[in-house]
């Protein structure tokens, strides 16, 4: 399992070796490429929809100050509190405190991806309490110890047959005998097995997909029902998310309800949609009796002003990645984030460095389909090549590449040299091929390590059309030297 | 009767190199669409590997001697949506904080066509006066797809070729690995995009695979060709310029 994003080449070629993995991958088209399509047919207008998504995100963006602010004094108007968290570190400190002060000794959890990127699993278990996942996916990969593949279904890459292995081996108070094939099997134990956490979790943990200012409210969508248990059993709710989540109200938060279940399953709107504001009120039957929000920076607010703003309008839909034509090939793992895909790409330089996360931003062709499914419009190829242009200038590229570019750039500034260095190249070719393709060279090992290269036609066009014109030209000239002679004639 | 219109036209280095055809092809069609065409001799490379690469001062030098190079004709005309993708739609971002090349550049890019949208589009042309009775699939690139916007203008033409069959693709939308630089950098992902855009073209019933961009088809051709999978592959100009009978891309 790919932990490094600087492994992010051999962590690929691990992931396209991958029997298993492959499957996997393939229903990735059919379960939420065509879903999205066909949701954004049935709903009419979604152009305008994206465009009034992306108003409200942008404003978010460039007003967080005020709308932080404004979310916290909503929040303590409720009953809760709200705690700021500078970096990982921080946030999982402020978790721990929080939870030591209440006496909590187990945890369940809701979705958060935000927690993945905190590593808050690992550090809570390093001090003594215990976290339970109880999203299906999530569970399945925390009993197999590994991180998420995919944002919004982190179990993506294993087959149900993977999953039974993986119940048998760790729910072992179970009869061995029973039969995990059917995949209601499946769920239905991971249900009962969980509900005897939920019911005995000190404290419960939730991501949020927005927080809404004006409401100080909370709200995540699921599928699953299992963020309204683990938010509402334990006596103590802790929601953790980015800084960036925010928007102005629950007006805008239905905008964006609209476009986030349809970019990212195809559903018109999620099973459940959960508002999460505040303690239980003294007149409330149920609801948590302590709520807190932990809000965490972890390297975004530094994107702000500059080519990378972009990103943080993302409502982590997931389209982007279910369309990415690299992720379809090798997966989420390899790339050793928790950000994958053109999200990944276009978020992760910024927030790990681009020294660290450099193969993200390069592993892609630029085909676009990330930007053009995007329902906030984000500009993820362009965000994409600002960091290639930040690793070149920092010399941090791979000297082969910045070395081939240098003597091509040379020459293509210089279109005489280029015209004689393309004739030269066009000979060598023609020299090197063995029906009709050059099989290797010693240059461009990347490009020949799985093809080979088409033999040029001939002599290079430049070439040609030159001596077409002056034959041309010869026979205007001839011609009329002709003439001429006939007229002295 | 109007004079007619100047087209520079903008070969690119991979037809410059690999396939001069396709850019006499791109002449004839020009011509018979009625214009005049002069190909600059101080062009090179869009530049594009540059600034991919985020190699910003190459491809900011580039830029301008391709702008000064073309910006005096009426139109220029790229046989490739990728090329023509960078200076219709990158070029403006290149000089996004010089105002003075800003404006060069936009007004370069206004009139920067893709060849077979340039063709029906701006041309009026509806038909083509060429043979080819052969079936054959389409690739769009992704440039030409979202940076050009062009799809049905290759379709309309290459039908209006006799004996040509179109049998398309199950999945048009979808990147088949090439990416330029990717291609080098990453092949094994390139490797694998590539064989599923190859089976695609394989199950469908064309004994040739076409497309306006030759990376794309320089990358599927040589994948093939390594394999042994015999789909022949040339791009869309030569046949719609009835050059159709010469030898394809990779054939001796």
């Not at chain 2, 214009?35 to 830029?63: F, M, R, S």
């Not at chain 2, 990158?90 to 904080?97: D, S």
């Not at chain 2, 040339?234 to 891309?249: C, K, N, Q, S, Y």
């Amino acid at each position: 399992m790919n932990l490094d994003p600087r492994n992010f080449q051999q962590a690929a070629r691990e992931a396209l070796n991958d029997p298993l993995l492959r499957p996997a991958l393939g229903r990735m088209k059919t379960h939420f490429g065509a879903g999205r399509a066909a949701a954004v047919a049935r709903y009419g207008d979604f152009e305008a929809l994206r465009e009034a998504g992306k108003a409200i995100r942008d404003y978010a963006v460039t007003h967080l100050d005020e709308l932080l602010t404004q979310f916290e004094r909503s929040v303590v108007a409720r009953g809760g509190t709200v705690h700021w968290a500078r970096d990982a570190a921080e946030a999982r400190d402020l978790i721990l405190g929080i939870l030591r002060d209440a006496g909590a000794k187990t945890v369940t959890k809701g979705k958060s991806m935000v927690t993945e990127e905190i590593a808050l699993n690992p550090f809570l278990e390093a001090n003594g309490i215990v976290p339970v996942e109880t999203d299906l996916g999530e569970y399945i990969v925390q009993l197999r110890h590994e991180p998420p593949s995919h944002i919004i279904a982190p179990a993506f890459h294993l087959s149900k047959e993977q999953v039974a292995e993986t119940f048998f081996a760790s729910h072992t108070d179970l009869d061995p005998k029973r039969s995990l094939v059917e995949r209601n099997a499946l769920v239905q134990e991971a249900r009962a097995v969980l509900r005897r956490s939920f019911e005995s979790a000190d404290a419960g943990i939730t991501g949020a997909n927005f927080l809404s200012a004006k409401e100080g409210a909370a709200v995540i969508v699921t599928n699953e029902g299992n963020g309204d248990l683990t938010r509402l059993l334990p006596k103590m709710h802790i929601v953790v998310t980015g800084i960036e989540k925010v928007v102005a109200d629950m007006n805008d938060v239905a905008v964006l309800l609209r476009l986030l279940p349809r970019s990212a399953t195809g559903q018109p709107i999620s099973t459940y949609v959960s508002v999460m504001a505040g303690r239980r009120g003294a007149d409330e039957s149920d609801g948590p009796q302590a709520f807190h929000v932990v809000l965490v920076d972890n390297g975004r607010s530094k994107l702000i002003g500059t080519e990378a703003q972009d990103v943080l309008r993302c409502i982590r839909c997931s389209a982007c990645i279910n369309h990415c034509p690299i992720y379809g090939a090798i997966g989420g793992h390899a790339y050793g984030a928790t950000y994958m895909g053109p999200i990944g790409a276009a978020l992760n330089p910024g927030v790990m460095g681009v020294e660290n996360a450099a193969h993200h931003a390069n592993a892609s062709t630029f085909c676009g389909r990330c930007a053009e499914v995007c329902p906030v419009k984000i500009p993820l190829p362009r965000i994409m090549r600002h960091w290639r242009a930040v690793e070149h200038s920092k010399g941090l590229a791979p000297r082969s590449i910045t070395a081939g570019l240098g003597v091509w750039a040379f020459a293509a500034k210089r279109p005489g040299l280029y015209r004689l260095g393309a004739s030269v190249m066009a000979w060598f070719l023609r020299m090197m091929g063995r029906r009709g393709t050059v099989h290797a060279l010693p240059v461009m090992q990347g490009w020949f390590a799985v093809r080979d290269f088409p033999v040029p036609q001939g002599r290079t066009f430049q070439a040609q059309w030159k001596a077409r014109r002056q034959n041309a030209a010869e026979r205007i000239g001839l011609e009329g030297g002709n003439s001429r002679s006939r007229q002295q004639r | 009767m109007t004079a007619k219109p100047r087209v520079g036209l903008f070969v690119t280095c991979l037809v410059d190199l690999v396939r001069p055809q396709v850019g006499f092809a791109a002449v004839k069609l020009l011509e018979q669409a009625g214009c005049q065409v002069e190909v600059p001799a101080a062009q090179t490379c869009c530049g594009q590997p540059a600034w991919n690469a985020g190699a910003d001062a190459h491809a900011v030098d580039i830029a301008r001697q391709t702008i000064a190079a073309f910006e005096g004709f009426d139109h220029v005309v790229v046989p490739s949506g990728s090329c023509g993708g960078m200076i219709k739609r990158h070029y403006p971002e290149v000089f996004e904080k010089d105002e003075a090349w800003l404006a060069r550049a936009r007004a370069l890019a206004a009139k920067t066509h893709e060849l077979m949208s340039f063709l029906v589009k701006v041309r009026g042309m509806s038909g083509v006066t060429a043979q080819f009775a052969k079936t054959v699939c389409v690739h769009d690139s992704c440039s030409s797809l979202r940076e050009m916007g062009v799809k049905a203008e290759p379709r309309a033409l290459l039908g209006s070729v006799s004996g040509l069959t179109i049998d398309e693709l199950k999945d048009q939308q979808t990147c088949c690995g090439f990416g330029g630089l990717f291609s080098v950098k990453y092949p094994e992902i390139s490797e694998r995009m590539a064989d599923d855009k190859i089976a695609d073209a394989l199950s469908t019933k064309a004994t040739v695979l076409t497309g306006g961009d030759l990376g794309c088809l320089l990358h599927l051709k040589g994948r093939m060709a390594r394999q042994g999978k015999a789909l022949e592959v040339r791009h869309a100009a030569e046949i719609l310029a009835d050059m159709g009978g010469e030898p394809a891309l990779g054939e001796p």
